[in-house]
């Protein structure tokens, strides 16, 4: 387009121009899964690279990605050699930009504003930076019967992780039972099954 024309236009009709730039953007499908529409997933909302164990099976197509920002929680427990930090749940709240749009707690669970939840169980994980939980792949096994944003999901990926790791001292005898909540951060991807026509994925 000539430079002095949308010079013009976008003064005229701002929103059009923007709607224009806005069709050249390389976005994940919007068509309807499971009866709810698929968010727009912009590839450069996944992490450069993510480990092969980590790819969904391949009827699996991206349907939200959400960033976390909360904590890991441990519990300072006896064990047969001594005493260690043990896992007890994650807490954190889940975005969509600048919008909280759900939370995340023990299960895994994740839920969202409008009630709907999934559960998970973990298939993989890959530690990528040592300062920090590994990146994961879960599969659902469960999820409550509010039809919502989080129905039909089917896979979740822990991915671009930052913190989270149990602390590596202060569990000794005298701290049994001392909880300590780490602060962590992650990018959950999530997934639908898609019978047929292109997928999105992170990594694969």
């Known amino acids: 387009m000539n430079q002095h024309i949308r010079r013009t236009l976008s003064t005229l009709f701002p929103f059009a121009i923007a709607a224009v730039g806005l069709t050249g953007c390389d976005v994940a499908s919007q068509e309807p899964e499971n009866g709810v529409a698929s968010a727009a997933i912009g590839e450069n909302s996944c992490p450069d690279s993510v480990p092969a164990a980590l790819t969904p099976a391949a009827d699996q197509t991206l349907a939200h990605i959400l960033d976390a920002s909360g904590v890991q929680i441990y519990s300072c427990n006896a064990t047969a050699t001594g005493y260690a930090w043990t896992f007890v749940a994650p807490r954190a709240d889940?975005?969509?930009?600048?919008?909280?749009?759900?939370?995340?707690?023990?299960?895994?669970?994740?839920?969202?504003?409008?009630?709907?939840?999934?559960?998970?169980?973990?298939?993989?994980?890959?530690?990528?930076?040592?300062?920090?939980?590994?990146?994961?792949?879960?599969?659902?096994?469960?999820?409550?019967?509010?039809?919502?944003?989080?129905?039909?999901?089917t896979t979740v990926q822990r991915l671009d992780t930052a913190g989270g790791n149990a602390p590596a001292t202060g569990c000794d005898a005298a701290h049994v039972g001392t909880i300590s909540e780490v602060p962590y951060t992650a990018r959950y991807a999530m997934y639908r099954t898609k019978a047929h026509g292109t997928v999105h994925q992170c990594g694969g």
């Open 94 to 153: 889940l975005f969509e930009g600048d919008e909280q749009v759900g939370t995340h707690y023990a299960g895994p669970t994740w839920e969202s504003e409008d009630g709907s939840t999934v559960v998970g169980a973990k298939v993989a994980g890959v530690t990528v930076d040592p300062t920090a939980v590994p990146w994961l792949l879960l599969t659902a096994k469960s999820h409550n019967d509010v039809d919502g944003d989080f129905t039909g999901i």
